[in-house]
């Protein structure tokens, strides 16, 4: 059972343009919700997080917009660079636990 | 500071056999922890520890072993090779076992293949 599903799979951008990134989660304990972000052959790095009780969260070209009704949340790159061409994972925390549960994926392409 | 380290890079194994992908860190981090990363299966938590004698279980730890006997390092053991294990290992660490949303750090991973 997927608890955090993570879409799409693949992305492909023009150079300036808005990636968008969007995952849901099912499990309401979850408090904490991190991305990162992993280049070929890299572990993966944490690019930007946010808390259920803020709506957005913005960190230079990155945001993610957050909507706990939905039980969802997305990130924004805006301005997209090759640079940006990466995977992407969303993930969710619950407490202390330590534990993330991770999304899929999203294999960012940034054409130049 | 190197951060966290995994050794080998790569492994080839032949099913059955057994072996150690090691794992250290030097930010004297309490909380450590092995992922394994399958494509479209994201990251999945194997073993955890959050502190030098004490691990526990995460997702997937099935056909693993872990031991903490020290701050610094945190192996973890394949018993009897399976096909299945073929994927690629991540170490990671933290300060604690609250902070690891905010401040966990991966090594750059291990190759595994199991023929």
């Known amino acids: 059972q997927q608890q955090v599903k993570q879409s799409p799979q693949s992305l492909i951008v023009q150079k300036g343009g808005i990636s968008i990134i969007n995952c849901a989660y099912e499990n309401t304990a979850f408090d904490y919700f991190p991305w990162y972000q992993q280049f070929p052959g890299k572990g993966p790095a944490l690019l930007i997080a946010?808390?259920?009780?803020?709506s957005e969260k913005k960190e230079g070209r990155f945001t993610i917009s957050f909507n706990k009704s939905a039980k969802q949340f997305s990130l924004h790159i805006m301005d997209s660079q090759p640079g940006d061409s990466a995977t992407y994972f969303c993930?969710?925390?619950?407490?202390?636990?330590?534990?993330?549960?991770f999304g899929q994926g999203t294999t960012l392409q940034v054409k130049p | 500071n190197a951060g966290v380290t995994q050794t080998p890079k790569f492994q080839v194994l032949k099913t059955g056999q057994s072996m150690t992908l090691q794992c250290a860190q030097d930010?004297?981090?309490?909380?450590m922890s092995w992922y394994r990363q399958d494509p479209g299966m994201g990251l999945r938590l194997i073993h955890y520890s959050v502190g030098a004698g004490i691990t526990d279980q995460g997702e997937v730890p099935n056909g693993y072993n872990v031991s903490r006997s020290t701050t610094e390092d945190f192996p973890l053991r394949l018993l009897s090779a399976a096909p299945s294990q073929t994927s690629v290992y991540f170490c990671?660490?933290?300060?604690?076992?609250?902070?690891?949303?905010?401040?966990?750090?991966f090594g750059p991973g291990t190759r595994l293949l199991v023929l």
């Open positions: 993930a969710a925390n619950r407490g202390n636990t330590g534990k993330l549960i």
């Open positions: 930010m004297n981090h309490e909380y």
């Open positions: 990671a660490s933290s300060y604690t076992a609250s902070s690891v949303a905010e401040t966990q750090y």
């Open positions: 946010i808390r259920p009780d803020v």
